[in-house]
């Protein structure tokens, strides 16, 4: 039963409780891969209760002892696999797509992000894109994107799956980014298949070589995702000792199958986010708070201790 604690709105599901035991983070669950998985363990029926760690106890703890639950399972628990949303990208002020504020309240998405948009109504449809580029050039990756980019440097962690599109994690200085739904930083002539910098948009809509109509290499609604991004984030989910969501309201698939993958592999799952997803009943840990401030508290007690 989630416990509410704390005038910031962060909540403690369970606590963990086996910080610091040597060879916690050599689980033979990390080598464990997806076979023998049925689907009923992926996708449960509603009500069905997925097996839950032991490690952990139901407590209530404020801020810091979140962070440091949350250091202890970054600490205990590898490979360290992250898998980003659009939550990740607003605190660099960039527009989220499905909260009320969203840019999905603003503009109909089903209209404008789709090849059918593109080939009847391009005007509306590079409008949408070149303003969403527009925030991108203002934008600067943020505090959570410079953490996990640190992480990856050391060791820490191993791969950064994201929903988001708009080339933050990469540009914070992380290498091994897997995108699921493409990215704005490219654009690709639908004629020729040349490709140039997303930026380009901003100056013309047509191919530089043949006059093709340009367009951003996201996926498109309608469109199937890259099949190479979702293979290897699912491998990366189901080797993965943690695998740790951020800001992502895991209600789109198949990133919200990802965190049922890690958790039927045998790793830990811990999830930061603002609101409530479907997923939190499977979660190791559930925080609700900022993502720069959690990863910057968790980070703060790994630098206080960690081993190498
Ligand atoms: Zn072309």
């Not at 209760?49 to 404020?62: P, R």
């Not at 399972?73 to 504020?101: I, Q, W, Y």
């Not at 959570?144 to 994690?169: C, F, M, P, Y």
Request: aromatic fraction near 6%; proline fraction near 6%; include cysteine.
């Amino acid at each position: 039963m989630p416990i509410w604690v704390g005038w910031h709105g962060l909540f403690l599901r369970k606590r963990f409780a086996g910080a610091g035991k040597p060879g916690l983070g050599k689980k033979k669950s990390i080598m464990r891969g997806k076979k023998g998985l049925t689907k009923a363990d992926l996708f449960p029926a509603p009500g069905d209760k997925m097996e839950t760690s032991n490690t952990f106890t139901g407590k209530a703890g404020f801020g810091m002892e979140t962070t440091k639950n949350l250091a202890e399972l970054v600490k205990s628990f590898r490979p360290l696999v992250v898998l980003s949303g659009a939550g990740m990208s607003t605190e660099s002020n960039l527009a989220d797509f499905r909260s009320r504020e969203g840019l999905w309240a603003r503009f109909d998405p089903m209209r404008l992000a789709t090849l059918s948009a593109l080939e009847r109504e391009p005007g509306e449809f590079y409008a949408f894109y070149r303003m969403r580029l527009e925030a991108l050039r203002q934008a600067e990756p943020n505090s959570g994107h410079r953490i996990l980019a640190d992480w990856e440097k050391k060791g820490i962690l191993s791969a950064v799956v994201t929903q988001n599109v708009d080339g933050l994690h990469q540009r914070a200085g992380s290498q091994n980014v897997v995108e699921l739904h493409g990215s704005l930083r490219t654009v690709r002539c639908i004629r020729c298949g040349a490709g140039m910098p997303g930026m380009e948009l901003l100056e013309r809509t047509e191919c530089r070589k043949c006059g093709g109509p340009l367009r951003p290499e996201v996926v498109l609604f309608g469109e199937t995702l890259p099949p190479e991004a979702l293979e290897e984030s699912e491998r990366l989910a189901s080797t993965c000792g943690l695998f740790l969501v951020l800001g992502s309201s895991l209600v789109v698939s198949p990133a919200n199958s990802l965190p049922r993958i890690a958790k039927a592999c045998g790793a830990k799952v811990a999830i930061v986010n603002r609101e409530p997803t479907p997923l939190d009943g499977i979660a190791d840990l559930v925080v609700r708070g900022e993502i720069g401030m959690t990863l910057a508290g968790a980070d703060a007690e790994i630098e206080g201790g960690y081993p190498g």
